[in-house]
C-alpha cells in the first residue's frame, strides 16, 4: 500500500488515520459547514465508521478511493477532508469531493484543495479526467472549482436525495491535456 503525502503551498494532503476522527467531526458534524453536503450533520461515531471504511479502502488493489486530511502547512493542523474516488468503470477517470471547517471558508483555501487535489489526480495517479459536482447553490465551490482550472459542464437534474429533498447538481471537470498548473 502507497501512502499519499502531497505538498502545496498552504496545504497539505495526507492519508486519514484513526486520531484524525475528531478533526473530520468538526467538519462533517457542523450544520453550517455541511449545508451542501447531500447528507445531514454526522455524529462522532458516523465519522470513526468512515475513517474505518477509508483506511480500509487504501489498502485495496487497485486503490480507487482516497480519503485525505487537508493540513495546513503552517499549523499542522486538520483543516479539511478530501476525497478521489476513481471510477471502476472509467480508471482513467475520478470524482473529487471536500470540505473545509468554515473558519477557513473565504481565504482560497477552497481553490489551493483543488488545485493539489488536481495536480495530485493528474501527476501522480496518472488520470485524464477529473470531475465534481456541486450543489446549485453552493458558489464558493462554484468559485474554487473554476478559478482551479475547472470547466462547468452543466446541471444534473434532481441528481442526489438530501434531507431537504431532491437536489440538482452542477458539474465541473478538468482533462489532463487542458490543465495548466497554475
Avoid at 45 to 51: A, K, T
Avoid at 72 to 97: K, M, Q, W
Avoid at 114 to 137: C, D, E, M, T
Wanted: aromatic share 6%.
Amino acid at each position: 500500500m502507497r501512502r499519499v503525502v502531497r505538498k502545496g503551498d498552504r496545504l497539505g494532503l495526507r492519508d486519514i488515520t484513526e486520531a484524525d476522527a475528531p478533526a473530520l467531526h468538526a467538519i462533517y458534524g457542523d450544520r453550517v459547514a455541511t449545508q451542501h453536503m447531500p447528507f445531514p450533520p454526522r455524529s462522532l461515531r458516523e465519522v470513526e465508521r468512515l475513517v474505518d471504511e477509508a483506511i480500509e479502502a487504501s489498502a485495496a488493489e487497485p486503490r480507487r478511493l482516497y480519503v485525505l486530511a487537508v493540513v495546513d502547512n503552517a499549523r499542522c493542523d486538520i483543516i479539511g477532508v478530501a476525497r478521489l474516488l476513481i471510477e471502476a468503470e472509467h480508471p482513467h477517470s475520478a470524482e473529487i469531493g471536500f470540505g473545509l471547517h468554515r473558519d477557513q471558508w473565504g481565504r482560497g483555501i477552497g481553490t489551493d484543495l483543488v488545485r493539489l487535489l488536481l495536480s495530485f489526480g493528474f501527476k501522480q495517479l496518472g488520470l485524464h479526467r477529473i470531475w465534481g459536482a456541486r450543489s446549485p447553490a453552493n458558489l464558493p465551490a462554484q468559485l474554487a472549482m473554476l478559478t482551479a482550472g475547472m470547466v462547468e459542464e452543466g446541471r444534473i437534474r434532481h441528481h442526489l436525495h438530501t434531507p431537504a429533498g431532491w437536489r440538482d447538481s452542477i458539474v465541473h471537470s478538468a482533462l489532463e491535456d487542458e490543465w495548466i498548473e497554475r
